[in-house]
């Protein structure tokens, strides 16, 4: 019996040293996390440390005792266990609970699944993030080339405000996406233009055409604004393709004229031979005729005219 007790009192004494700092603070901050489900998260490695300090984290914010959000400590423990971001869920939550946004623990943890910043996302949706249209970080450059009807370039370069759609965050389109379609969108409003000075002096059209296709349409954002924030004009597209072809109806021209031409020197040297071959033929038949003459004088055929 006194071995036993001897090391049941070890076994506790163990518990306290290793796990009682732990204990102690989570129950001091109302966490609710027993020391035997320390001693469990060892056996799983799980971190003990990282697990207690998201929920007193949710108790401190308030959000811990919310049904709503659901952060039990083996919820905590199976997140941990997925390669989740424990950390940047709860600090997710408590930004979304002070924001009033609807957004339980399990959507969170989801999120964070699915490689999304979730944190980034709440702060994204709360304050909305401009972005560069186009980025110059990702495409190298840093307008939009479009053309008008009447053939002049403009140059325009847009800033679109975006917020996080939260029910669209997994599987829906990234920012890259939202930057492609408007980017689209801008070079479709411009070409639409009946010439590019409409464009000049309302540049508002351009952002309410934009607009109006609805472009973030099963992404992760909503577009709150697109605004143009410069236009500049280019070349004149439409004279120097009108030149372009000009030029080349001349090359054609003048090729067609050379073929012409060598078709008549080729016709005239044609002419030429068949004048020799005539000739000669004359000249051929001009010979017989002394044979001729000469044979009729011998066979008496030839009489000649008495003068």
């Not at 905590?76 to 390669?83: G, M, S």
């Not at 600090?91 to 924001?99: D, G």
């Not at 847009?158 to 920012?175: F, K, S, W």
């Not at 020799?276 to 005729?289: F, G, I, P, T």
Request: aromatic letters at 4%.
């Amino acid at each position: 019996m006194l071995a036993a007790g001897g090391l049941f009192i070890f076994f506790i004494v163990i518990l306290v040293a290793v796990y009682g700092k732990l204990w102690f603070r989570a129950y001091m901050s109302n966490a609710r996390v027993s020391i035997f489900s320390l001693v469990g998260m060892t056996f799983r490695q799980v971190n003990a440390r990282t697990i207690v300090d998201a929920k007193i984290m949710a108790m401190q914010a308030g959000v811990g005792t919310d049904p709503n959000t659901g952060i039990t400590t083996s919820r905590l423990e199976a997140h941990y266990l997925a390669n989740g971001n424990v950390p940047n869920v709860i600090h997710a939550l408590i930004a979304a609970h002070r924001a009033g946004m609807d957004l339980d623990f399990d959507r969170a943890a989801a999120i964070d699944l699915a490689g999304r910043d979730v944190l980034d996302a709440v702060r994204t949706s709360v304050h909305p993030k401009v972005i560069d249209c186009p980025d110059p970080r990702k495409s190298g450059k840093t307008t939009l080339s479009a053309i008008a009807k009447d053939g002049i370039q403009l140059m325009a370069k847009a800033r679109v405000t975006v917020r996080t759609n939260l029910a669209q965050l997994i599987g829906g389109a990234t920012e890259d996406t939202v930057v492609a379609r408007v980017g689209e969108g801008i070079v479709s409003a411009i070409g639409s233009a009946d010439t590019h000075k409409d464009v000049l002096e309302n540049p508002d059209r351009i952002s309410k055409a934009v607009l109006e296709r609805g472009l973030d349409a099963q992404t992760a954002f909503e577009i709150v604004s697109i605004d143009i924030a410069d236009i500049d004009v280019g070349e004149n597209i439409g004279a120097r393709l009108q030149a372009d072809q000009a030029e080349a109806d001349t090359r054609v021209a003048r090729a067609r004229a050379e073929q012409r031409r060598a078709e008549a020197i080729a016709r005239e040297q044609e002419m030429k031979a068949s004048v020799a071959d005539n000739r000669a033929r004359v000249l051929l038949a001009e010979a017989e005729v002394p044979r001729a003459m000469a044979d009729a004088f011998r066979t008496g055929n030839f009489r000649g005219k008495n003068l």
